[in-house]
């Protein structure tokens, strides 16, 4: 395979925007945190938590599904801090951690249905 040399026409542009591209690891994690939006569970888990705080059970319940499913999944969004938890006595409730992840999903919403 031949290495092809690329002219640049707009060799100013190009090293503009080159400059202005985060690092290469910083890519990498927004790429692993968008993975986790391309889960219909998941997505469903923050949109209750979006609605209210919530714990495992009543998750469980209100999903129809099983409360090791869900916890399963909380695990996963605990892991990229999309979802906290605080102890009310025995009970574990559990919300968004902050109102950036409710913003990522009415944006995502508002873009999703512009193509309606």
């Known amino acids: 395979?031949?290495?092809?040399?690329?002219?640049?026409?707009?060799?100013?542009?190009?090293?503009?925007?080159?400059?202005?591209?985060?690092?290469e690891a910083k890519l990498y994690d927004l790429a692993e945190f968008f993975k986790i939006f391309g889960d219909t569970t998941r997505i469903k888990i923050l949109y209750v938590l979006l609605q209210q705080e919530m714990c495992v059970l009543d998750i469980a319940l209100l999903l129809g599904?099983?409360?090791?499913?869900?916890?399963?999944?909380?695990?996963?969004?605990?892991?990229?801090?999309?979802?906290?938890?605080?102890?009310?006595?025995?009970?574990?409730?559990?919300?968004?951690?902050?109102?950036?992840?409710?913003?990522?999903l009415n944006q995502g919403m508002e873009h999703i249905s512009e193509e309606e």
């Open 1 to 23: 395979m031949e290495d092809k040399e690329y002219i640049h026409i707009h060799e100013d542009v190009v090293a503009q925007v080159q400059s202005r591209l985060p690092e």
């Open 65 to 104: 599904m099983t409360q090791s499913a869900i916890s399963h999944q909380l695990r996963v969004l605990k892991t990229m801090q999309l979802v906290k938890f605080r102890r009310e006595g025995k009970t574990i409730l559990y919300s968004l951690s902050d109102s950036h992840i409710e913003n990522i």
